[in-house]
């Protein structure tokens, strides 16, 4: 079995997961950071979440050697939503695009990367990580690609999970 193959049932179970946590959040709440007993909680709204998650999918098939069509996403997301990027509180919603935009982009990305997965040879999976800092944590593509599709987004639904009950919106 490809290694692929073990990735695949827990990314789609983030992916329902995720369609899961974004049902019922109104588009004027989905980039506002709540209040609680008048104090500013400073987290991760669901628009800075799902912007950041769809960064990772073209970064990924760039590395792996697939094909990144489809998968780009707009320049300014690279300052919005990288990893360091303050999440910022947008009650006028001018600051960051819409729930659905980014939302979109992170599900196309993600379902994108796992149709084109099984054309990584075992090579380009064990080939190491051009950048030093991931390839100090990671060491090699595949271990990268595992966590981006397993890990990495269910840490950040997580954030999207506590911001909705901050919210009032109750769990997905």
């Not at 104090?39 to 960064?55: D, K, M, Q, S, Y």
Request: charged share 20%; aromatic share 8%.
């Amino acid at each position: 079995m490809k290694i692929f193959e073990y990735i695949v049932p827990g990314v789609r179970q983030n992916l329902a997961y995720a369609e899961r946590l974004l049902k019922g959040i109104p588009a004027q709440l989905s980039a506002r950071k709540p209040v609680v007993n008048g104090t500013l909680i400073e987290c991760n709204h669901p628009v800075f979440v799902f912007g950041h998650l769809a960064i990772y999918p073209p970064q990924l098939a760039q590395m792996a050697g697939i094909s990144s069509d489809g998968l780009e996403v707009p320049e300014r997301y690279g300052s919005l939503f990288q990893m360091g990027s303050p999440c910022q509180d947008d009650p006028d919603g001018t600051i960051y695009p819409s729930l659905v935009e980014v939302s979109e982009r992170f599900f196309s990305g993600m379902r994108a990367v796992l149709e084109r997965l099984p054309e990584v040879s075992q090579q380009g999976m064990d080939a190491p990580l051009e950048h030093p800092g991931r390839r100090e944590r990671f060491g090699t593509v595949g271990a990268f690609t595992a966590y981006v599709l397993l890990a990495h987004p269910q840490s950040h639904l997580g954030q999207v999970s506590v911001w909705r009950r901050c919210m009032g919106l109750g769990p997905a």
